[in-house]
């Protein structure tokens, strides 16, 4: 079955660490995108990239990084400079050849900071 | 720029009533407009997209959404809504041709038995 694939699940992290959340997707998808969502905040763009190489910074992209070395894998790294990363990250894809971007989601990582 | 504006953040609702989500939206150029349903903890599922054509969209579940160019709204109706409609719903916008894709804060549907 085509889909995204999140991993873990549940995430905890102590203060000053940074941990990488995966996502990999086998719909063939060029365009990879990362949210960030709080209560009743809605859905937050941290970075998106359109194809294999290349990123950019979406609206809350300080401290993550990204990186898209191959079209199936977009990795997020919340970094020690996130100050509040506690939240509910989710993982999309496109297809970039309709022009519609009708995004499909991954079930999410849910990152705690203790 | 694109912006999108759930009226309500939470509607409750009995089992069997009809329900709408209500869903605003301002842009300067022609877009795309989809519904997403969230069950909790979970990733996010297309309920229907309305792209061109007619302005009455049929999803999955039994929802259905209306465009409305003049009031640039895009509301969500069901007319008998099940227990297991119970999650959260997000409108959102995409510049036709574009790579982004911007979120309302999403409404909270409850329905009681």
């Known amino acids: 079955d085509g889909g995204i694939t999140q991993s873990p699940k549940y995430l905890f992290r102590k203060e000053g660490q940074n941990v990488t959340l995966s996502c990999e997707q086998n719909?063939?998808?060029?365009?990879m995108y990362w949210y960030r969502q709080d209560p009743g905040q809605g859905l937050r763009l941290i970075y998106y990239s359109q194809i294999v190489n290349d990123f950019q910074k979406g609206d809350i992209a300080e401290g993550y990084s990204v990186s898209r070395e191959k079209k199936e894998s977009f990795p997020l790294t919340v970094t020690s400079a996130q100050k509040n990363p506690t939240a509910f990250y989710l993982c999309?894809?496109?297809?970039?050849?309709?022009?519609?971007?009708?995004?499909?989601f991954g079930p999410g990582t849910r990152l705690t900071v203790l | 720029a694109q912006s999108v504006t759930q009226l309500d953040s939470q509607v409750p609702v009995f089992e069997e009533a009809p329900v709408e989500l209500r869903c605003n939206y301002s842009?300067?150029?022609?877009?795309?407009l989809f519904w997403y349903v969230q069950y909790p903890n979970q990733g996010l599922q297309l309920l229907l997209k309305?792209?061109?054509?007619?302005?009455l969209v049929k999803g999955i579940n039994g929802f259905e959404a209306e465009f409305n160019k003049s009031q640039t709204s895009f509301h969500l109706r069901k007319p008998s809504v099940h227990i297991s409609d119970t999650a959260e719903y997000f409108c959102?916008?995409?510049?036709?041709?574009?790579?982004?894709?911007?979120f309302g804060a999403g409404t909270r549907l409850f329905v009681k038995a």
């Open positions: 719909l063939n998808h060029d365009a």
């Open positions: 842009s300067s150029v022609s877009v795309y």
């Open positions: 309305y792209l061109s054509g007619s302005t």
């Open positions: 999309a894809s496109s297809n970039t050849g309709t022009a519609i971007n009708e995004q499909f």
């Open positions: 959102a916008v995409s510049e036709t041709g574009g790579f982004k894709t911007i």
